[in-house]
Structures are given as C-alpha cells and as structure tokens.
C-alpha cells in the first residue's frame, strides 16, 4: 500500500464548504476497513486546512494569538479571502483575487511604488485599512494555530493506521503543494510570489515500520519527485515523461541522484530558479507564452521583471537565467483550458485565481 497526504484549509461557515482533514480522514479509514487486506491499493487524502481562511476550531485556532487583540486582523483571519486583500500592509476592500494581483506585480516592488501605493490609499480611498506589526502578528499566529490544527488531524489519521496494522507494510508520503508568504513583502497569500515562503514545503518519507526514521536531507527535492519515489518502492515503470528521481535513496542514507536547480511556474506571469546559493525570479509575461523564452533571454538581469537573492553577483544571476531558459524550452505545451465551458465553474475558478490568471 501507498499513502499520500496534501496538507490544505477548511473554509469553516463560507458559502463554499472545501475538504478538512477532519472530514477526509475518517472518510479514509472506513475506506481501508472496506479493503481486502491482500490487496495492493493507493490511498491519496487531501485537505484545505492551511489556507483561508486561516482561523481553525478551538484550541488550535488562537492558540498562539495575544488574548487582548482587539485589531483589524481579528476579521481578516475570519474571512475566506480576507489575507489576500493585504498588500504593502494595507487591506483593499472588495477586491477580486486578480485585481489585487494587479495592484502587487513582481514588476514594481520597489521602495518608491510601495511609499506611491500607501499616499494613493491614504489620500483617495477612506476604507483601506492599515496594518500595524501586532496585526500582522496576529494574522501570523492565528496560521500557527491552522497549521498546529492540520498536524493534529493527520496524527489522528496515523494513530488510525496504526490501529489497523497497516504502517508495519505502508509507504507514507506526507507533501504540501505550496507554502504561504506571511508578511514577507506585504503579502499574506501564496498566489503572488515564487520565493522559498511560497515554495519550501513539508516532503516527509516514512518507510514501512519506520525503518531509517529521522533522518533529514539536506538537498534540493521538488513534488515531481514523487512519482520516481512511488514507482521505485512498488517496483513501477516510471514513465519516460516523469523529470524526477527517486527520493528512496535518502531514506536509506544514500546519495541522491545530483539536481544543480529546482523550478517553479507560479499562476500570476511567474518564473523561478532555485540553487543551493540562492534564487532568481522573473515576472511579466504568460508563462505559456511562445515568446517567452525569447523575453527572458533578452531583458536585462538589472530590470525591473528580476528579481534575485541579495548578494548574488551578475555572473551568477546570468548562469541562472541561461538555466531558467533552457528549462523552459523543454516544457511540453500548455494544455487548452478553454475546454472548461460551464458558466459558473468559470466563475467560481476565476474568484479563487484559478482562471484568468496569465
């Protein structure tokens, strides 16, 4: 048997009710009760419970959180898209996923748009809200608290595996699909940067009966190579398009297969390179774009679409680039989402920054 865990958020009280852990675990092991127990199965269990809204049941939800707050982020966090109306500690009101997008582009983080963006809210709108350092602590403790209520829910689901048997003979795979910025840059979100607080996610390898547990990996991995991982352990033919490599290696303290850098697209015109010396990111142009390659070959590295670790010297961020490009050459096309034709998914996926965004 196989497990695999996505860690997310449970939008508690919204008009759109997504999976919890709380919910998706028990649903899970009476699934396993229904199972031959010869037989080879694979089991993937997803939740939401790291997103918005932030706020989880008690006592995990202000677990962390000064019980005398009274601030503006008592409601954010309460809110299904409250956080990601912050940008450069400021909360617009009424905006659309995309349209706060719009006013955060990688584009124009600099000082003098930052100091330009905080005269334009105080000056011509009345209800934007500033944030001061114990708001955005708050904000910050209460996903402390959503995240302390996830590892919660999934050592419920694992002291449920143990009572069944199966983790003497079960490979558990425990990922995250991204991270979450809290703060950094003035944003609380993880739609509008490709930066490690979006991208430096949780990849846990337990092997049957814990053989080799503890040991920490100190490499560069990335979510493909997941599938290399699974493949190996069930004595799978990986497929000739996957680009990762198995991971079982490390478990067994044994070298990885080398990786110089790992990449990431991010939804909102978003590119980057990650090595172990630091990172370079690019924004402003579709991702799908034919000419993309092209643009980022020819912009200039001092430009306002890159964006690099500090430190980093030219002739490193110009070897990064080259990589970056030559990368992105090797892609297969994007595939047509226009296939989506229902009205209301359509919207539905556009409020949430799943449609639109390029």
Same mark, same amino acid.
């Given at each position: 048997p196989v497990f695999g865990f996505s860690r997310g958020f449970d939008s508690y009280d919204s008009p759109v009710q997504w999976a919890s852990l709380y919910h998706t675990f028990p649903l899970a092991l009476r699934w396993l009760d229904t199972l031959d127990d010869d037989a080879p199965y694979f089991l993937f269990v997803h939740g939401y419970d790291t997103h918005q809204r932030y706020l989880k049941p008690s006592p995990y =939800? @202000?677990?962390?959180?000064?019980?005398?707050?009274?601030?503006?982020?008592?409601?954010?966090?309460? *809110?299904?898209?409250?956080?990601?109306?912050?940008?450069?500690?400021?909360?617009?009101? =009424?905006m659309a996923t995309l349209e706060v997008q719009s006013r955060w582009d990688l584009r124009f983080r600099s000082a003098a748009a930052r100091e330009r963006t905080v005269l334009n809210a105080a000056t011509s709108s009345k209800s934007v809200t500033f944030l001061n350092a114990a708001d955005?602590?708050? %904000?910050?403790?209460?996903?402390? =608290?959503a995240v302390a209520y996830a590892d919660a829910m999934f050592g419920v689901f694992m002291a449920g595996l143990a009572e069944r048997g /199966?983790?003497?003979?079960?490979?558990?795979?425990?990922?995250?699909? @991204?991270? *979450? &910025?809290? #703060?950094?840059?003035?944003? +609380?979100? @993880?739609? +509008?940067? /490709?930066?490690?607080?979006?991208? @430096?996610?949780?990849?846990?390898?337990r092997l049957p =009966? #814990?053989?080799?547990?503890?040991? %920490?990996?100190?490499?560069? %991995?990335?979510?493909?190579?997941?599938?290399?991982?699974? &493949? *190996?352990?069930?004595?799978?033919? /990986?497929?000739?398009?996957?680009?990762?490599?198995?991971?079982?290696?490390?478990?067994? #303290?044994?070298?990885? &297969?080398?990786? *110089?850098? %790992?990449?990431?697209e991010g939804a909102f015109r978003m590119l980057s390179i990650r090595t172990k010396e630091g990172r370079l990111s690019w924004s402003g142009l579709a991702v799908d774009s034919p000419y993309l390659p092209a643009v980022l070959a020819a912009e200039p590295l001092d430009g306002p679409g890159f964006t690099t670790s500090p430190g980093m010297e030219p002739a490193e961020k110009a070897h990064l680039r080259d990589m970056l490009v030559a990368w992105r050459g090797t892609l297969p096309p994007s595939p047509d989402n226009q296939a989506i034709?229902?009205?209301?998914?359509?919207?539905e996926l556009r409020k949430r920054g799943y449609w639109g965004a390029n």
């Open positions: =939800g @202000h677990a962390w959180t000064d019980p005398n707050y009274q601030g503006p982020g008592r409601d954010l966090v309460r *809110e299904l898209d409250g956080t990601l109306r912050i940008t450069d500690g400021l909360v617009w009101p =009424g955005e602590a708050h %904000v910050r403790q209460i996903y402390d =608290g /199966v983790l003497d003979e079960a490979l558990v795979i425990v990922i995250a699909d @991204h991270g *979450e &910025a809290l #703060g950094e840059d003035g944003l +609380f979100n @993880h739609r +509008f940067g /490709v930066g490690d607080p979006e991208t @430096h996610v949780p990849v846990m390898v =009966g #814990g053989a080799h547990g503890g040991r %920490v990996v100190d490499d560069l %991995v990335e979510l493909v190579d997941i599938l290399p991982t699974i &493949a *190996e352990y069930t004595g799978a033919v /990986v497929p000739a398009s996957a680009r990762g490599r198995s991971l079982l290696p490390a478990t067994r #303290g044994e070298p990885l &297969a080398p990786k *110089e850098a %790992v990449y990431t034709t229902d009205p209301k998914l359509k919207e």
